[in-house]
Nanobody
């Protein structure tokens, strides 16, 4: 299973970006997908997750109401729509996949597969 994240870039505060994560190998529709981010000098933190079976979504408090996670089974792709971006959203964003239903979507260790990361920089 391979994950390829893309869509990062430089944007001004209050702007928007949409990240994509293409998952190849395995059965995409049976994965739970998560997005995490890591800023320089900080721990990797949970951002959002889409859980297989039921399509439950979870968000970190810091992004709730601004970010939206979605999946397109036909394209084997997960998306993270990021609106009203803030300078503190600056980080490398990673997508991750876990086969099956993830009961702890905010825990990085529960994901088996990871993408390479895409840089998001928000200027003030």
């Amino acid at each position: 299973v391979q994950l390829q994240a893309s869509g990062g870039g430089l944007v001004q505060a209050e702007g928007s970006l949409r990240l994509s994560c293409v998952i190849s190998g395995g059965t995409f529709s049976r994965y739970s997908v998560g997005w995490f981010r890591q800023a320089p000098g900080k721990e990797r933190e949970f951002v959002a997750a889409f859980r297989w079976r039921g399509g439950l979504t979870d968000y970190a408090a810091s992004v709730k109401g601004r970010f939206t996670i979605s999946v397109d089974d036909a394209k084997n792709t997960a998306f993270l729509q990021m609106n009203s971006l803030k300078p503190e959203d600056t980080a490398v964003y990673f997508c991750a996949a876990d086969p099956g239903f993830n009961s702890r979507p905010g825990w990085a260790r529960t994901y088996d597969y990871w993408g390479q990361g895409t840089q998001v920089t928000v200027s003030s």
